[in-house]
């Protein structure tokens, strides 16, 4: 069974800095390109991040570029998402998602505000 799990979603001032993770299970993360999209009240999802099956950032949004990194160690299954210098305006629900063949996970909230 398929499954993607995020975590380390949280409150965090201006500022401050967050790493989200996303754990798979049921596929095999080697396999296949992984994103990071968000979903603010009221707004599209959007993409955030993008890494390639090696292991290699392949494209970030224009707000967040310089300020998040996206990352995966294989052989756990996990994504990561290091988010610094956080922002009001990144305050959404973010989630991790597989392009092909279209898994997602539930999302975890970040919250940033004063």
């Known amino acids: 069974q398929v499954q993607l799990v995020e975590s380390g979603g949280d409150l965090v001032h201006p500022g401050g800095s967050l790493t989200l993770s996303c754990t798979g299970s049921?596929?095999?993360?080697?396999?296949?390109?992984l994103n990071w999209f968000r979903q603010a009240p009221g707004k599209e999802r959007e993409l955030v991040a993008a890494?390639?099956?090696?292991?290699?950032?392949?494209d970030y949004a224009d707000s967040v570029k310089g300020r998040f990194f996206i990352s995966k160690i294989n052989y756990k299954n996990t994504l990561y998402l290091e988010m610094n210098n956080l922002k009001p305006e990144d305050t959404a629900v973010y989630y991790c998602?597989?392009?092909?063949?279209?898994?997602w996970g539930q999302g975890t909230q970040v919250t940033v505000s004063s």
């Open positions: 890494i390639s099956r090696a292991g290699v950032p392949t």
């Open positions: 049921g596929f095999a993360f080697s396999n296949y390109r």
């Open positions: 998602n597989v392009p092909t063949p279209g898994y």
